[in-house]
């Protein structure tokens, strides 16, 4: 019995757990009132793509070709490349997951795959809006990635699953700085309620928080942050802050002005410029010549001015009476209410909270230039009681001191060109000291600051420079470098050997470490060379991936070394190879159509960036097997890739060339300047047929014929022709014009050229003319890949004579939505093609981003004989002849088949 009832306990146990209550919270993308054709950034404020669930979401942390657009919230990828998003989740986000389901639909045809977390992807196959779950283990989500593969597709909700008793443990608020220039006094707050502050004064000691503090005269930096027991330490602030002495400038005098409260205690009285200054200021007035660009400003029951509305910032502008040289300027100004934190800018400063119902007083610093207007605005709602101007009494002032530093002896000089002016500095916010000469510091990272006094004058403004003294005889390695990730031009020691040079690309390594310098400043070094050190910064590239490379500023002393040997690898060890190692690959077979290497059961991405024979000596890289490929590993937006710079050996795969489908009348003719080659065709997507030699179309209508070109050795190539043929009898006929502009020119001149095509330019061919408007921009011109457009250009595709347009067909290069098909007139703007009917229709560039290119554009249209407007009495109508295309004929030719309509009667004769 006592089995019986352990077995009961374990077994309501487990049934407890295993039905813990399960919730969910959704994140839902809203549809854009109009297709994005920018894709999304880092800086995309949530609330302009999430119609629910914004709460879950604190930001975007990356994101590569992610598009908001009009139906089915998010797209991910353009026609060549998928795309990818990481939401970094708030708090109330950060569960612990057991799933997630989002809900995505196929994009046309494309074949394209999710993953959500580094999960197994999942291929997104239904073009309507489908539901793909992720499971996961329970651990807690800090964020949310959704990475493509494959091309496009539409994400429109991720719904994150999990259960009610699983906790997260919470994050402390982060402390809010504040400094008081008024008083000198430094406030601390934390938003989470029980938190204790501890806080570091220039690099001191960490002190408890208990109440404002004052700091001296100087810079000073203040970092703080915030504990509480049961939830994880909060992320340190830091501030960086000047507080001057004002009371020292030289001869100083002030004037304030006070605002009028509105005497019949209620909010909301627009200011109206056309009024007495005096009616709205009650101290001062003298000193304000006229009130301008009111915006959002009324005179409120309380405390003067109130800037801003509940949906707007406020502003309001004074013209000065006299202009004074302006030091400062005080604002007393009140928080609108307890809950809301507005904020004031005068000038164009940097913005101050204003945190305080009771009032407070913000200090703005001006440079001591002619002050002739102020200009207030606001962030939210705030009140303004009064301003207070303080400006030099004589109005000359010294020169601002200049600071120099001299690294290679780690001294610092400060001059002043007003003649007889005393010097004074801070080091690192310490206290201040009469500057006489030259001074040293010690390594590391400093901040100096300078002012000028004279006697009779105003003192100078206080400048302030920061700068980092490096010990020469500590080596900074290609290591340390990557490590510390310098965005300052920084010394990485030698000896350093060039293993390669190709214009801007050079690629060094100092024995244990590899790294890419790229830049116009690497100077005269080769291939072999010997270097004694290279200057310069850390860049992140390409951004959101692995990658990185050096901006360089300068080179040392160069001496001539030898190219190290490549290591010998596989591909399968180019992902543990080190970053931008010289390597060597060998039985290595290339597809320059996938742009990647593979040796039968391991494949790697490679790029030639040096395809361009005006800027680098060009590397070639052609389809073939069996290749010995020398490079330098890197990576991409998708990994890590090879960049070849020798490729020897192997069986390079030819090219067909010249496969050609042509139709006359109803007979097809393929041909091809490759012997011996084998050519199948299809007609209409039916079954493949053996091409032995001329074949008739039969019937009538539209046929697509597909030819396919085989030889061992050579690449697959195939050819396709469009054509209509048209029933005699109908009185409407159908025709179709390809353009081609990757290999025809149609009368253009093709790159390079003397300027972009003209207004007015008709482009001709099969009866469909293209004609061109710059629409005020640059227009379109013929380039290697095809016909480019630039910033506001279209082009009017109209057919012949009494015919109308009915599908458009293109490719072209990058995102589709550069483009917009709609009628002349009017209509739908749809992307890349168009079903319709109209006498002539507009195809526009609708990016701001030049030179996408259409590659090929088939036009369908339709044209009437008029054979049906027509009804007449057979026997006494005159007759009229028409040839097989529709198309009337004077005389007609012996011998040749032609349409005879007499009245309403049509047949076929033979002359």
């Known amino acids: 019995m006592k089995n019986f009832l352990l077995f009961l306990a374990l077994l309501l146990g487990v049934g407890s757990c295993a039905f813990a209550q399960e919730q969910s919270y959704t994140i839902m993308f809203t549809d854009n009132s109009k297709d994005g054709s920018t894709a999304m950034t880092t800086g995309t404020a949530i609330s302009t793509v999430v119609d629910a669930g914004a709460e879950y979401l604190a930001g975007i942390t990356s994101t590569a070709r992610a598009f908001h657009k009009s139906k089915m919230g998010i797209k991910f990828g ?49 073009a309507s809006l489908t539901d793909y779950t992720y499971e996961f283990d329970g651990s807690q989500l800090t964020e949310i990635a959704l990475t493509g593969s494959g091309k496009r597709f539409y994400v429109k909700t991720v719904t994150v699953y999990y259960n009610a008793g699983s906790s997260v443990v919470e994050t402390v608020a982060t402390p809010e700085i504040s400094f008081d220039q008024a008083t000198g006094m430094v406030s601390i707050a934390c938003a989470t309620e029980g938190a204790s502050i501890s806080y570091t004064l220039d690099g001191g000691s960490e002190t408890v928080y208990s109440a404002p503090f ?91 001015l109130k800037l801003g509305a509940a949906r707007a910032d406020g502003s309001v502008g004074f013209n000065l009476s006299s202009p004074v040289n302006a030091t400062k300027i005080e604002v007393e100004a009140y928080q609108y209410k307890t809950t809301t ?82 010097i004074f500095y801070t080091l690192d916010g310490g206290a201040e000291t009469e500057y006489s000469a030259p001074f040293s510091v010690g390594y590391g990272n400093h901040v100096v600051t300078a002012k000028a006094t004279k006697d009779g004058m105003n003192d100078s403004k ?157 590397v070639t890289v052609e389809d073939g097997e069996n290749f010995t490929v020398e490079g330098f ?124 095509n003209e207004d007015g330019l008709q482009i001709v061919n099969q009866s469909v003319t293209l004609t061109s408007n710059k629409n005020g921009g640059n227009g379109t011109r013929l380039w290697d890949d095809g016909l480019r457009f630039y910033s506001k250009a279209y082009i009017v595709v109209s057919g012949p004579e009494n015919s109308k347009i009915t599908d458009i067909d293109m490719t072209t290069t990058g995102d589709d939505s550069a483009f917009a098909i709609t009628e002349e007139v009017e209509g739908d703007n749809m992307q890349r093609s168009w079903t319709g009917e109209a006498k002539a229709v507009r195809i526009s560039y609708t990016t701001t981003t030049s030179g996408k290119a259409i590659k090929t554009l088939k036009v369908t249209y339709e044209v009437s004989t008029a054979i049906e407007d027509v009804v007449a009495d057979a026997e006494n109508a005159p007759a009229e002849y028409y040839n097989l295309q529709g198309v009337r004929v004077a005389y007609p030719a012996a011998g040749q088949i032609y349409i005879q309509r007499q009245g309403n009667k049509v047949v076929k004769v033979r002359f």
């Open 214 to 304: 004052t700091v001296e005269y100087g810079s000073h930096t203040v970092t703080a942050k915030a504990v509480k027991a049961d939830m994880n330490d909060s992320e340190v602030a830091s501030k960086v802050f000047e507080y001057k002495d004002n009371t020292s400038v030289g001869p100083q005098a002030s004037y304030k002005i006070v605002f009028v409260s509105n005497p019949d205690a209620v909010d909301g009285k627009t200011l109206n410029i056309t009024l007495p200054v005096t009616s709205y200021v009650e101290e001062g007035a003298e000193y304000i010549s006229k009130i301008v660009a009111p915006s959002s400003a009324s005179y409120a029951s309380q405390n003067g």
């Open 633 to 756: 590993v890197s990576v991409g937006f998708n990994g890590r890739q090879i960049i070849p710079v020798k490729i020897e050996g192997g069986e390079v795969t030819l090219d067909i060339e010249n496969l050609a489908v042509t139709v006359d009348g109803s007979t097809v003719t393929i041909s091809c300047d490759t012997e011996n080659v084998n050519i199948t065709y299809t007609v209409n997507g039916g079954d493949s047929n053996v091409y032995t030699g001329p074949f008739d179309l039969e019937g009538y209508g539209a046929f697509t014929i597909v030819a396919t070109a085989s030889k061992e050795g050579y690449h697959t190539a195939t050819a396709t022709a469009d054509v209509i043929i048209n029933d005699p009898s109908s009185p409407v006929t159908s025709g179709i014009a390809m353009f081609d502009f990757v290999n025809e020119d149609y009368g253009m001149t093709r790159r390079p050229s003397s300027g972009y």
């Open 341 to 422: 934190d507005g904020a004031i800018a005068v000038n164009g400063s940097e913005s101050q909270t204003v945190i305080d119902a009771n009032g407070s007083v913000y200090a703005f610093d001006l440079d001591g230039a002619e002050l002739s207007s102020i200009t207030i605005k606001s962030t939210k709602r705030v009140y303004v009681k009064s301003l207070t101007v303080y400006y030099s009494a004589d109005g000359e002032a010294v020169a601002t001191p200049e600071i120099s530093f001299d690294g290679t002896k780690g001294e610092v000089s400060v001059s002043c060109s007003t003649e007889g002016a005393l």
């Open 78 to 126: 353009n026609s060549s490349k998928s795309g990818n998003v990481t939401f970094a989740l708030t708090s109330e986000g950060q569960v612990n997951a057991s799933k997630i389901v989002v809900e995505a639909a196929r994009y046309s045809s494309d074949n394209s795959s999710l993953s959500v977390n580094g999960s197994p992807a999942q291929s997104i196959t239904n």
């Open 462 to 618: 206080v400048v302030t420079e920061e700068f980092k003294y490096v010990d020469p005889d500590v080596k900074m390695t290609i290591a340390a470098f990557v490590a510390e990730k310098p965005a300052e031009a920084t010394k990485v020691s030698g000896p350093l050997t060039v293993a390669y040079r190709n214009g801007r690309y050079m690629f060094i390594t100092d024995g244990q470490d590899w790294l890419t310098s790229y830049g116009d400043a690497n100077g005269a070094a080769m291939a072999g060379d010997i270097l004694a050190d290279i200057t310069g910064s850390y860049a992140e590239y390409p951004a959101g991936t692995e990658g990185y490379q050096m901006a360089p500023a300068a080179i040392g002393e160069i001496s001539k070394g030898s190219v190290p040997a490549p290591a010998e690898i596989t591909l399968a060890g180019v992902a543990d190879a080190p970053l931008y190692s010289y390597v060597k690959l060998a039985g290595v077979n290339i597809s320059t159509a996938d742009k990647t290497l593979s040796d039968g059961t391991n494949t790697v991405a490679y790029y030639n960036p040096f395809t361009n024979s005006q800027y680098y000596d060009v």
